[in-house]
């Protein structure tokens, strides 16, 4: 029996309403064939939304967000890489967009990110995971009670 791999990441869920319609960030790497939640691994001296921030700067561009620090959602998955398996926790921080005005793609964006979107939360199932699904729908009514923003 091969040995599972632990890994670890850090990544937000971010939200924008838009013409009363709600929607979330996900990102589409250029390595995968599928869309996922913006993320990625600590950085030496990163506490966990440090990194969750640096990642969607460095993935989207984006900084300007409020982020709730005090709620975290993980997911967890196991998947298969290398001849490798990994066992898999991300841990989300939830973000509300603040302004999209002065969010810059970068060079990381241009070599990692294939694709970034905004998509209405109530057709994310079409582009997510399951496991990314029951995470972005605790998120959102997370989102509306910490927000304080209109259903």
């Not at 990194?51 to 561009?61: D, I, M, P, W």
């Not at 694709?115 to 605790?138: A, D, E, G």
Request: aromatic share 14%.
């Amino acid at each position: 029996m091969q040995p599972t791999f632990k890994d670890y990441s850090f990544g937000i869920i971010l939200f924008k309403k838009e013409k009363n319609i709600l929607k979330t960030l996900i990102v589409k790497q250029k390595s995968n064939l599928h869309f996922s939640l913006p993320k990625g691994h600590c950085k030496q001296n990163e506490n966990e939304w440090q990194a969750a921030l640096r990642e969607l700067k460095e993935e989207t561009g984006i900084e300007n967000v409020e982020l709730l620090v005090s709620r975290k959602l993980k997911e967890n998955y196991t998947f298969n890489q290398n001849n490798k398996k990994y066992q898999k926790t991300v841990t989300y921080f939830i973000g509300k967009l603040l302004n999209n005005k002065n969010n810059k793609k970068n060079n990381f964006f241009k070599t990692e990110i294939q694709k970034v979107m905004w998509v209405n939360v109530k057709n994310i199932n079409h582009f997510l995971f399951p496991s990314s699904l029951k995470v972005v729908q605790r998120a959102e009514k997370l989102y509306f009670k910490f927000f304080n923003v209109k259903n």
